[in-house]
């Protein structure tokens, strides 16, 4: 087996002494592979396999590894991004979209900006604050921010160059994800398909910004002037989808042959979820594969244009987005050298396909799952009617829930093993039908089920039970048996993006607060680190002087973090946020600070004396406005404020104070008013009043 062809290249081989020159260009990206001093760009490469030759540190010695410095982050949200390292230099991206400069051998700071994103932002993100990165061309950095702008700053200082509004900031849509560089253009896409947006990704112009082209994922209201691909993606839709934006938002992965001058880009859910709202059919059930969901879609970079789609999850219902890490490598299948693209999208399925023409190869589970059978030769799911809820107008347990069995969290590969490393998980979730249901514009997670249908009853021990089942796992999965050759069981879910090295080595942060080292091969752990805190970010390594760091960025936080009871997964510690990027070499014996006491405010709410229809309008209400950032059935997090513990609770005008008037709108908590009217607020009160009752009686403290 072997690598991406087009990385080696003899004749620049001096890339490997880390020398830039006067900036990041084409030649330096093309053969980002041969520099093991650098990391410049997210993936490592264009291929993006997070695959690093380095092998100073390996599995004989990676037993000496220890702390060499950190530095703490100044945002105690979700740390997702994934660090630059240019000519000794480390960049970063925090939470709020913050960049940070270091000194990459000695962690001396060097400069930081802070865009000033809105607090009140944060209503429009699904999935916390955070941000994955940054690309370099010539001597600028570039990131997207959570409000929807493109910047570019100077490397050297942090000054801004220039700056770029890309979405219309009075919609939901927002920036999480890394840009990507080809030959001077920008690509970035949003996030927002839970908030009724439509999805795109467009070019800019990296030396002022200027947009040079936007292709959209979904149709809008046809039209004659549509192009081709729309035209032919408006026959796979039905009712007026338009109104409610459709979805499809490009929200994270991308990767990028330069042979075949593709670029490919990963496709997120509907909106809403619920296809029979989405796209009703005659019979309002839903119809339609929904062109281009779900889907990997290659074009060209310079233009834009159209070239081939594969939908992973046709008339996608269940947020099974395809915007998950996709990965391309050159390898041997059926006696024949293939050019193959891999994902493990949200559905569960592995998928290897031809990526100069989008032919599907193979499919198989990764995880158990239950909304499909298989997938059939022409790579389309065999489905499992039940699953349908949509169709059926029942609710249905379905696995994998809208997490998936993979979600952003980047795999790694490694070409001398031929083995793909995914940070899976397994989480069913129920999916029920929401009669009646019609879109919020103002507030509130528009999707078409009910999302407290699967809310657990107040019993402790059966809550523990079913979160036993939540599984973590990391896969060491072969792309062409199809099959994993080992795999670890992580204590939760929600564990950390990968790196490969050629020291044969595997690194992953977890839920556990730790950060780990295994045998690439074997699975074995070889070296752990006590974080503090959970690592979800990849690490990265660069080597400066001879010698080899491997960093991450660490902090608690994402979707999962913010929407579960973490502490009763597998009687696992609830995990706190202490947001730190950690750096390690041979040798070194840093040691962080001692961790800070976990201090939970008591539950002590007043009596709950409310009626039973009023707490009962308060459970619907805080499933459809609520549950996205406090959790499903009010059970709080160690990231925002566990609202059974909230001091408002005790008064009847301070809950209506935040909730209505948004006096915390700087914070995030923005003004529901238009959305909930005084009663429903306050009904949603006495329904969060009931639960911190249960819990307490439960013996929660």
């Not at 932002?121 to 699904?126: F, S």
Request: net charge negative; with cysteine.
């Amino acid at each position: 087996m072997k690598n991406v062809g087009w990385l080696v290249a003899a004749s620049l081989a001096l890339a490997s002494c880390g020398e830039m020159g006067s900036g990041i260009g084409s030649d330096d990206l093309l053969n980002a592979g041969d520099d093991t001093s650098n990391w410049i760009t997210h993936g490592r490469t264009y291929s993006e396999q997070r695959y690093s030759p380095l092998d100073l540190i390996n599995e004989d010695n990676v037993s000496e590894l220890g702390l060499a410095w950190y530095a703490d982050m100044d945002t105690a949200r979700g740390q997702e991004a994934t660090p630059l390292v240019i000519d000794g230099k480390l960049y970063l991206t925090t939470a709020w979209s913050k960049v940070k400069a270091f000194d990459a051998a000695t962690g001396a700071p060097l400069w930081e900006f802070d865009p000033e994103v809105p607090g009140e932002t944060a209503v429009k993100a699904c999935c916390d604050v955070v941000n994955r990165g940054l690309a370099a061309w010539g001597d600028k950095l570039y990131f997207g921010t959570l409000d929807g702008r493109l910047i570019a700053l100077d490397r050297e200082t942090g000054k801004v160059a220039w700056e770029k509004v890309t979405v219309d900031q009075s919609q939901s849509y927002t920036i999480t994800g890394a840009p990507r560089i080809i030959d001077g253009k920008v690509l970035i896409g949003n996030g927002g398909a839970e908030f009724g947006v439509r999805g795109y990704i467009a070019a800019y112009d990296a030396k002022n910004g200027e947009e040079l082209w936007r292709f959209y994922t979904v149709p809008d209201e046809p039209s004659e002037d549509d192009p081709e691909y729309l035209k032919a993606a408006a026959e796979t839709w039905s009712g007026e989808w338009w109104e409610m934006g459709g979805g499809g938002t490009v929200w994270d992965s991308m990767a990028y042959d330069p042979d075949l001058n593709l670029l490919y880009i990963g496709v997120g859910n509907g909106s809403p979820w619920n296809r029979a709202y989405r796209s009703p059919g005659e019979d309002g059930t839903g119809d339609g594969d929904n062109l281009y969901l779900s889907s990997i879609v290659a074009i060209r970079p310079d233009t834009g244009e159209y070239v081939w789609h594969y939908q992973t999850t046709p008339g996608e219902t269940w947020d099974y987005t395809a915007t998950q890490h996709i990965m391309l490598a050159d390898m041997e299948i059926d006696g024949a050298e293939r050019q193959v693209l891999m994902q493990a999208p949200k559905n569960g399925f592995f998928y290897v396909l031809d990526r100069a023409t989008g032919e599907f190869i193979s499919a198989e589970p990764y995880i158990p799952q239950s909304w499909a059978l298989g997938i059939d030769e022409n790579g389309r799911p065999i489905e499992n009617p039940e699953a349908r809820t949509e169709k059926t107008g029942q609710p249905a347990m379905v696995m994998p829930g809208p997490l998936g069995g993979h979600n952003w969290h980047p795999m790694a590969y490694n070409p001398d093993e031929n083995l793909v490393y995914i940070p899976a998980f397994e989480a069913a979730a129920i999916y029920a039908p929401e009669e009646g249901w019609k879109p919020d514009p103002n507030r509130g997670f528009n999707v078409g089920y009910n999302l407290g249908a699967g809310d657990l009853p107040p019993d402790l021990e059966i809550r523990k039970q079913v979160y036993g089942t939540v599984r973590g796992k990391l896969l060491a999965w072969d792309p062409v048996a199809q099959e994993a050759r080992w795999e670890i069981e992580h204590p939760g879910p929600w564990n950390g993006g990968l790196l490969a090295t050629g020291g044969g080595l595997v690194f992953q942060g977890n839920s556990s607060s730790e950060f780990n080292a295994y045998n690439a091969s074997s699975g074995e752990k070889l070296w752990s680190f006590p974080a503090q805190t959970g690592v979800v970010a990849p690490p990265v390594t660069y080597s400066i002087n001879g010698e080899q760091y491997v960093a991450v960025l660490a902090g608690w936080g994402g979707a999962y973090a913010i929407t579960a009871d973490g502490g009763l997964v597998k009687d696992a510690k609830p995990v706190q946020n202490i947001s730190r990027l950690l750096v390690f070499k041979l040798g070194a014996d840093g040691e962080l600070p001692p961790i800070p006491e976990l201090a939970a405010l008591p539950l002590d709410p007043p009596p709950s004396r409310a009626s039973a229809d009023t707490i009962a309008l308060g459970a619907q209400k805080y499933a459809r406005y609520c549950a996205v950032c406090h959790a499903p059935a009010a059970v709080g997090s160690t990231v925002l404020p566990d609202l059974r513990r909230s001091g408002t609770l005790q008064n009847r005008d301070s809950w209506q104070a935040v909730v209505h008037d948004g006096i915390l709108s700087a914070n995030g908590m923005v003004s529901f008013e238009g959305s909930l009217s005084r009663e429903e607020i306050d009904a949603i009160r006495e329904y969060v009043i009931k639960r911190a009752n249960e819990d307490r009686d439960a013996g929660i403290s």
